[in-house]
């Protein structure tokens, strides 16, 4: 196959290496007319009945945890010629006679799980490049190369699936991680990060945007070594880490910091009374990080505003039980409640939790 052009709506959706499965389980339940098409890790696309709206394609709300971004998928190229692939990516794009198109986004589906063998996902240097040469021969004006867009700005999508080998869609940006760069946010580091919870932590308050505000305070359960604190202390907040291990020294020095070395079930419940925002990241199932979480946030001498609870995937089979999770933290009185498998995610997913919520996408 060279050149692969789509005649009837297909959508793209790219997602973690390996979560390929939990994704087409979701849709199976979600969008039970939508008909798999192609499967890769990290990469999956589904045909559309006819009869489903096209116009509300663009942007839909697709509503699911493991799905990193979508769009619409206008064809694929498989040949061994760069130049080849990009003439035929143009062809593509020509016959698709796009409107608008506002920024290019190029990014390679995952090869591995984030954090494993040095790989984090996103787009680099190399892709930038790519794209900025692609970019230069299609006739779609100038178009911004791998930046965040604004709310409702025209994407083309191109996605490499092997070297070879090369996905081209487009979508329009509606919430958040729409408008990042194939859904990952490009975090810049400090010259040195505690752990990779730091990315994890970064993207988690991009993604959910809680409104946390410098000298709020907030509680992070199973906090060592530290990357997370580290991202919060960034924002002037007031952080307390709980975990019966130890932190690194970096966050000890800081005057913001205090380390409650113990588990949180061992805290008395009076010691949350100051905190406003409540993380986890506890390397326990699912149910026992939430018996825990139900534990401080139903005690009258609290008041937790919002939350980001890490959800361990111990089992990918657990994946089916995220409904009942979400409905199990809503019981504690909160309306806001949304869960993504963030891009630095592991097995793993974030709940983003909010009481109640400015009127914000
Ligand atoms: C994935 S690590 C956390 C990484 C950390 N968030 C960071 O930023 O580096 C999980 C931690 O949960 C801690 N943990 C497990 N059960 C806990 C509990 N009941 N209370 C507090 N910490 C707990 C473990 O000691 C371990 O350090």
Redesign the pocket.
């Known amino acids: 196959m060279k050149y692969m052009p789509e005649t009837t709506p297909f959508i793209f959706c790219s997602c973690q290496y390996g979560a390929q499965t939990a994704l087409k389980k979701e849709f199976a339940t979600t969008w039970p007319q939508f008909k798999l098409s192609f499967s890769r890790p990290g990469f999956v696309t589904f045909k559309v009945p006819e009869e489903f709206p096209a116009k509300s394609l663009p942007t839909l709300d697709l509503k699911s945890t493991f799905t990193r971004s979508s769009g619409i998928s206008l064809g694929s190229v498989k040949t061994s010629g760069q130049s080849e692939r990009i003439q035929l990516t143009k062809q593509i794009v020509e016959n698709a006679e796009l409107e608008n198109i506002a920024h290019l986004h190029l990014w390679r589906r995952d090869r591995s799980v984030p954090g494993e063998r040095g790989f984090e996902p996103g787009r680099d240097s190399e892709t930038d490049l790519l794209a900025e040469e692609i970019a230069a021969v299609l006739n779609l004006g100038k178009l911004q190369i791998n930046r965040i867009t604004q709310a409702d700005q025209r994407v083309l999508d191109i996605v490499i699936i092997d070297e070879d080998h090369w996905w081209v869609g487009w979508h329009q940006a509606t919430k958040t991680a729409t408008r990042w760069p194939g859904g990952v946010f490009s975090i810049q580091l400090p010259d040195h990060i ?2 990779r ?2 990315r994890k ?1 970064e993207e988690a308050i991009r993604w959910s945007r809680l409104p946390m505000k410098p000298g709020d305070t907030v509680a ?10 580290q991202a919060l202390l960034k924002r002037d907040l007031k952080v307390i880490g ?4 130890k932190m690194h020294e970096a966050l000890m020095k800081n005057p913001n910091f205090t380390h409650v070395r ?4 061992e805290m008395k419940r009076s010691d949350f009374s100051s905190v406003k925002w409540l993380m986890s ?4 199932a699912p149910n026992y990080t939430l018996d ?1 979480v139900e534990d401080i946030v139903n005690n009258k001498r609290t008041n937790i505003r919002g939350m980001l609870l890490t959800l361990k995937m111990i089992k990918w089979e657990l994946a089916a039980e995220l409904p009942s999770y979400l409905d199990r933290i809503r019981g504690w009185g909160y309306q806001y409640v949304r869960a993504r498998q963030l891009a630095f995610n592991r097995q793993e997913i974030c709940v983003a939790v909010q009481r109640s919520r400015s009127k914000r996408r």
């Open positions: 505690v752990s919870a730091y932590m992070e359960i199973g906090s060592s070594p530290g990357g997370a604190c709980i975990d019966p291990a113990k588990k949180a079930s990241d506890s390397n326990v825990g």
